[in-house]
């Protein structure tokens, strides 16, 4: 008997938990509590939106639910005040709404063990439903569906959705679950849909709006595609086909069937990303999608961006993280994914050019600065989460993957990520699931691995030393030691090189210590050069042969100079080898010659730096039309139409010669591009914006190209755009303004454009005086914007300077911050890097 009641004792004991205490967000430690305490989740919800955008949306929820504790109050989260609740109704009684620091607190006594239920009827809340003039579209990712409704805003709390909504009489909607039945009256229809698939919140999802229809069919289902374009041409049937591709493959490789029930998109005029993956109505920015005279980058783009969202159906959606720290597995496997599709698509070299192009550039963007964060960081509370987001992420995570790949074998890799999406399908999983189930498929110590590449920020400096005698290689030394911090090292896999006048001997590098001896290199011939991690498979700073110089770049394979443009801008940012106007010339002696596409758009990226924060204006001045004229002479020299547009495009981008700019506005005025290049309606419109910076008396220029449109949409980004690019400082002045208050900072993608333009090198005499504003803005633009928000309005603003003054600002307020919030902190030094290295690189 005394054995019995011990036992009892100690099981209840285990159901009693700590009072959680009411704060802002959704705090781990509330979060916990609640997956402890809360199972079977289901939400029935229905909103009545107006054609009106200024009307309220009046909503009305069910929360259906299981609880295991009732010894304190139950919070569900929730972002607006009591008075936005007219009733709420616990297990069948009425009660009064109490939100405190946002969340709707439900009193313990009213609720019971087992099944419980409570009803409401609010108004929306509109943070995150996105409303504009004639449609509107729900984001909630990470933490914003509590901005709309009562729920439980945490990602391992997945429930069922049953949705119905009314709108305005010739709508159109899309949602997650099949459209079950509509009722039709004279000015309104509802529509009521299936019940979804277990989903987290932020994954829940539904647009409505004036669209237009098409529906295709990929795996014997029907899918639907809304989107607002006046002139879709061909690449409606495009779009369809790329869904159908990139779920056909990733069927294959993952063992799994498509996973929920039904697909569809919606492509969305100025969409704040890329894609969300909502199942069954993922979103997309619709210039992501309708493409004019496209440029082979653009099309690749597109089809990295549609397998992205589309391997996220499995990875992220599927299976998700526990918790947002570890937000970065759903978007380095879509990410790592859809780079599968594109070598599936375009074969072993481009994707790894590809791969290259796209992931290194920007990973090394943020984890060369005082400011890089590792791939899986801590996360406190939901309401910061989107400060996880980043090019770490999204770029070094897959060239991390990548390397735990060849560290295993693609078949083992392949088998431990299946047995990962089986067990943990439709539920929830961590990066320590993940890895305890692929160490199942390697001898090697992944957990050790894991602490230098996922758990530690920065990279690996790689040194050589390399010995001769009569000509040939007598040894070859590797060295690495970290940029920054305490002493570590990067196990990887990478080549190294030797460039002869007409051949290259690649050698591997297993770098599995601080220090590793090239056997393969002794007895070689003296190389012209060695060109360091020519396949792109290592990550790092590696060198750049100074006797690269002589050659120019002049490598027969596509990705070895793509390798080396990188080395060398890498190089010339750390202060090795190169300078920057040295650096500049060079690639621009390139452009003649270089063929591939996208090594033009790559280099196209490093002039524009090169040019506008790495060279004084006073050399600008100097160099100006000399680099004009030789730019337009590469142009005419490429036969690819493409690449002619791609430096057409350089030229639009750095001339500041009047004569050069009176040839640009002849091109705008005319619609007449240059021989061999094609302008598409987008690039008159970039065009329009760039004469109306460089040229104070062009300022109707804007007035025309919206009087040229038939899209409204685009005619009201142009409108938003106007004092942003106004030669009168007073209107300039108005336009910052108005970005204090977060209905000014409604449509971020326009915000981002204007600020660009706003701080441009040409503009910065009179907009310097903004820049301490907007560091004092940005906890604000974290708390009210979404994910991407804070880091595109530190990159608007910062990218271009290169001053002194302008660096003050930066030291300034974080040395009058020192308990600034960290991440924040991170973020103002990644966007600030540059203009950091200038203080030293730039020079008379």
Known sequence: MFFLLTASQAAVAQQQHHSVPVTAGVSLELAQYRYAVIRDVSYTLHFSIPETKSEPIPAKEKIQFQLTDVSQPLQLDFKQTTAQISSITVNGKQTKANVEAEHLLIPATMLHTGKNEIALAFTAGEGALNRNAEFLYALFVPDRARFVFPCFDQPDLKAIFNLSMEVPT????????????????????TYTFAATEKLPTYLFSFTAGKYSEAVQQIKQKNATLLYREKDPGTNIDSVFQLHREAVKFLEQWTGIPFPFQKMGYVAI???????????????????????????????????????????????????????????????????????KVAENILGSEQFNLRFLQDHYPRAYNTDRTAGANP??????????????????IYHKAPVMMRQIELLMGKDNFRKGVQEYLRKYAYGNADWNDMIAILAKYTKTDLRKWNKVWVNESGRPVFDYTMKENAGKITSLEIAQHPESGEPRRWPQAFD?????????????????????????????????????????????????????????????????????????????????TFQPAELLRMFVNVLPAEQEETNLKLLSGYISTLFWEFITPAT?????????????????????PNNRKLLFKICQDIYTTEDVGKRMYAIWKKQQAPAGVKLAEEDYISMSLTLVLKSDTANSIIAQQRDRLKDNDKKDRLNFLIPALSAQENDRDQFFNSLRDRQGRAKESWVATGLAYLHHPLRQATSEKYLPETLNLLEDIQRTGDIFFPVNWLNAIWNNYQDAAAWKVVSTFLEQHPDYHPKLKNKILQATDNLHRAQRLVQE
């Open 375 to 392: 791939i899986r960081q801590q996360l406190d509370n939901l309401r910061d989460a989107g400060t996880m987001y980043g090019d770490i």
């Open 269 to 339: 005029p100025d969409f704040q990303f890329g894609g969300m993956e909502h199942p069954g109505v993922v979103h997309y920015k619709a210039s992501s999608f309708f493409l004019q005279s496209p440029t082979r980058d653009q099309l690749l783009s597109r089809t990295n961006l549609i397998s992205h969202e589309t391997a996220h159906m499995w990875f992220g959606d599927l299976v998700t993280m526990r918790w947002f720290n570890d937000v970065w597995m759903k978007e380095v496997f879509a990410n790592f994914m859809a780079d």
């Open 170 to 189: 010739g709508w159109k909607v899309l949602a997650n679950g099949w459209m079950k039945d509509s009722v039709a009256t004279s000015s309104s229809v």
């Open 496 to 576: 190294v090189t030797l460039v002869y006048a007409d051949h290259v001997q690649p050698l591997n590098v297993n770098m599995t210590r601080e220090k590793v001896m090239v056997a393969a290199a002794a007895g070689q011939p003296k190389p012209l050069y060695l060109l360091f991690n020519a396949s792109g498979l290592g990550y790092g700073l590696f060198p750049s042969d100074p006797a690269m110089k002589q050659d120019g770049f002049q490598l027969k394979s596509s990705l070895h100079r793509a390798s080396a443009y990188i080395n060398a801008y890498e190089n010339m940012l750390a202060g090795r």
């Open 620 to 640: 600008r001045k100097a160099y100006a039309a000399r680099l004009e004229q030789q730019v337009w002479d590469a142009m005419e020299k490429q036969p690819a």
